[in-house]
């Protein structure tokens, strides 16, 4: 999700830091000053995976756990809570990673902001909190492809109850015909809401035209059955009006067990073998370090390591250690350890961009561009947990196909999972946001988001060299298929024939900015090229195939294959990128991980 340029006073959200109580617990940010040096769990990484797993394993009070994160501790972070600010914690913040991408070729060259969280929580507690599960297609291509029924839809689906609790909304308004409950959870760790300040003017236009243009964008009542085709209300990852995250809904209940270690601040350099088993080598050792002068710290797991870096820190470890392509890992200097060519490799993304109009209203946030204003919203959410700052970016959106009989698929195969399955995605915001042009001055304006929901392009993680605290070399290869640049200018042609209905007349004055130029195929074509970004969902580097295949990187039940006592759980493993926001698969996926895992050593 790209970043909104609006004006909010970071100085005034800390002088009420001290209003939101922290927890305590085995919180460490020295690996020397840690008690033991052997855990039956070691994992890597504290973003949804890491933290959904070291939350079930410590349910069992006989087993102990190690979680080493790399970033800050989120318990003081009070950007972290407001829905509103997600914008303020990417992409250059110390909230992240800081990763840029190589230059695009096919986006005219242009380097991009690559964040990813690096904060207890990991992206969890940065991302735009939408909570969007996908399709039966998405899950049921899984399977079929890792011939597993067990990541089926059907099969994850009471994953997906396990890990939410659906909560009314910060507005306690009437959700009658926007959600529908039977679909969800209602005991899990992590709060799921529907949109808490409602901006009638705005998102009832966008009702509106779902049934003037119901052919084209039907309303879906509620998006997360499996089958999310149309236009319907956003459900986030927010409860009673602050962000519900990894680390909020798993890591922090499970802080006062006195079988979890965390260790914060600490970058884990390689995983190290520990023994061999038959001609397999184990895989159960961890080196880390503090910060490059450091001495590095080795600790080590009599059961496994559970690698949940993500799908950049998952694949950068990896190759470090020695796994991956001997070749070009060992023209680094690096000993080959698993000669695994897939590490790395399969790198896919959302890829998105945004265009605004100037409109006829005084109700968009745009009024945030002026302090006294942001000022009284900021004291509304600290005094009651209400108003504009506990939502996220946009209350409605949209999930849509390109028309079968379109000449696109006379030309290039359709990369989508299924019939079900959307080519592209729209985010409606009630105000002006970009990622390539400044806010504008005065003028109150709506946004529309068109992100590519089934790219067919395909990019690397890749080393620059062997030094563990310099980052990857990281290319999304975004629009480098002739389907993708044909299939993002097919979204956004949609997205104008969206705005030209009845319900927008009298509401936009007029295209804003460079996109009021665009109207020829090569016209789109060069806007999209200069103005697409990420909408930070990378997946599939480190895949999950069958087991009978020299393809992937990992088996079915997530081992690493080739090894013994290495477990990934992290976006990297999925083959296919969802056509969704990753997060809530994310959660199911881990939850079904605890629970193989557990299995594999009752």
Same mark, same amino acid.
């Given at each position: 999700m790209a970043r909104k340029h609006v004006h909010i006073s970071i100085i005034s959200i800390f002088t009420f830091i001290g209003a939101i109580?922290?927890?305590?617990?085995?919180?460490?940010?020295?690996?020397?000053?840690?008690? +033991?040096?052997?855990?039956?769990y070691i994992i890597i990484g504290a973003g949804i995976g890491g933290s959904v797993i070291a939350n079930r394993l410590t349910e069992d009070t006989n087993v102990n756990v190690l979680?080493?994160?790399?970033?800050?501790?989120?318990? *003081?972070?009070?950007?972290?809570?407001? $829905?509103?600010v997600a914008p303020q914690l990417s992409p250059y913040t110390p909230y992240t990673w800081n990763y840029t991408t190589i230059p695009q070729k096919a986006c005219n060259n242009r380097t991009m902001p690559f964040p990813r969280g690096r904060i207890l929580g990991g992206s969890s507690s940065i991302n735009f909190m939408m909570h969007t599960r996908?399709?039966?297609?998405?899950?049921?291509?899984?399977?079929?492809? !890792? @011939?597993?029924?067990?990541?089926?839809?059907?099969?994850?689906?009471?994953?997906?109850?396990?890990?939410?609790?659906?909560?009314?909304?910060?507005?306690?308004?009437? =959700?009658?015909?926007?959600? *529908?409950?039977?679909?969800?959870?209602?005991?899990?760790?992590?709060?799921?809401?529907?949109?808490?300040?409602?901006?009638p003017g705005f998102d009832g236009r966008v009702v509106k035209t779902t049934? &003037?243009? &119901?052919?084209?964008?039907?309303?879906?009542?509620?998006?997360?059955?499996?089958?999310?085709?149309?236009?319907?209300?956003?459900?986030?990852?927010?409860?009673?009006?602050?962000?519900s995250?990894?680390?909020?809904?798993?890591?922090?209940?499970?802080?006062?067990? $006195?079988?979890?270690?965390?260790?914060?601040?600490?970058?884990?350099?390689?995983?190290?073998?520990?023994? +061999?088993?038959?001609?397999? $080598? +184990?895989?159960?050792?961890?080196?880390?370090a503090t910060d490059p002068s450091a001495s590095p710290v080795s600790f080590e797991a009599s059961r496994e390591v559970i690698l949940s870096a993500g799908a950049i820190g998952t694949p950068h470890i990896l190759l470090l250690s020695g796994i991956g392509n001997s070749t070009e890992i060992?023209?680094?200097?690096?000993?080959?350890?698993?000669?695994?060519?897939?590490?790395?490799?399969?790198?896919? *993304?959302?890829?998105?961009?945004?265009?605004?109009?100037?409109?006829?209203? !005084?109700?968009?946030?745009?009024?945030?561009?002026?302090?006294?204003v942001a000022a009284e919203y900021l004291t509304q959410w600290q005094d009651t947990k209400t108003g504009l700052y506990v939502d996220g970016p946009g209350n409605l959106l949209a999930w849509l196909r390109i028309p079968d009989d379109s000449p696109i698929f006379n030309l290039h195969f359709d990369p989508s999972a299924g019939p079900h399955s959307p080519h592209f995605e729209f985010i409606f915001t009630n105000g002006f946001v970009s990622f390539t042009e400044p806010s504008p001055p005065n003028g109150s304006y709506m946004t529309i988001f068109v992100a590519l929901a089934s790219p067919s392009s395909r990019g690397a993680v890749?080393?620059?060299?062997?030094?563990?605290?310099?980052?990857?070399?990281?290319?999304?290869?975004?629009?480098? =298929? *002739?389907?993708? +640049?044909?299939? @993002?200018?097919?979204?956004?042609?949609?997205?104008?024939?969206?705005v030209n209905s009845s319900a927008w007349a009298d509401y936009i004055i007029a295209p804003h900015g460079a996109w009021a130029e665009v109207t020829t195929d090569d016209?789109?074509?060069?806007?999209?090229?200069?103005? !697409?970004?990420? &909408?930070?969902?990378?997946?599939?580097?480190?895949? @999950?195939?069958?087991?009978?295949?020299?393809?992937?990187?990992?088996?079915?039940?997530?081992?690493?294959?080739?090894?013994?006592?290495?477990?990934?759980?992290?976006?990297?493993?999925?083959?296919?990128?969802?056509?969704?926001?990753v997060q809530a698969s994310l959660y199911a996926i881990a939850e079904r991980a605890a629970d193989i895992i557990k299995y594999d050593y009752a």
């Open positions: 109580a922290t927890v305590s617990g085995h919180m460490y940010t020295d690996p020397a000053s840690l008690p +033991i040096k052997t855990y039956d979680v080493i994160e790399a970033g800050i501790s989120n318990e *003081d972070e009070v950007l972290t809570r407001i $829905p509103f996908g399709s039966v297609d998405d899950f049921d291509r899984i399977a079929c492809a !890792t @011939m597993d029924e067990s990541w089926s839809w059907t099969s994850l689906f009471p994953y997906f109850l396990k890990s939410e609790m659906l909560v009314p909304p910060a507005d306690e308004h009437d =959700t009658a015909g926007q959600v *529908d409950p039977a679909l969800h959870g209602h005991l899990g760790s992590l709060f799921v809401s529907l949109s808490g300040y409602s901006f049934k &003037e243009l &119901e052919l084209e964008f039907p309303f879906n009542t509620d998006m997360n059955s499996g089958y999310p085709l149309g236009i319907g209300y956003t459900q986030s990852t927010i409860g009673s009006g602050e962000r995250s990894a680390a909020t809904a798993y890591l922090e209940p499970a802080l006062e067990r $006195p079988n979890l270690d965390i260790l914060i601040h600490t970058t884990v350099t390689n995983i190290v073998q520990t023994g +061999i088993a038959g001609h397999l $080598p +184990i895989l159960r050792g961890v080196r880390c060992g023209a680094l200097g690096i000993e080959p350890l698993l000669d695994i060519p897939d590490v790395g490799r399969n790198l896919v *993304d959302h890829p998105i961009i945004s265009f605004s109009y100037l409109v006829n209203s !005084t109700a968009t946030f745009d009024d945030l561009r002026f302090p006294g890749t080393l620059e060299n062997a030094d563990p605290f310099s980052a990857p070399r990281i290319d999304p290869a975004f629009l480098e =298929t *002739d389907f993708d +640049i044909h299939a @993002m200018r097919a979204a956004v042609q949609s997205a104008k024939r969206f016209e789109f074509d060069q806007y999209i090229r200069d103005r !697409t970004a990420s &909408e930070w969902h990378p997946v599939g580097t480190a895949a @999950m195939s069958a087991c009978d295949t020299g393809a992937g990187v990992v088996s079915p039940n997530l081992s690493v294959k080739g090894a013994v006592g290495l477990r990934i759980v992290d976006a990297s493993i999925f083959p296919f990128l969802p056509a969704a926001h």
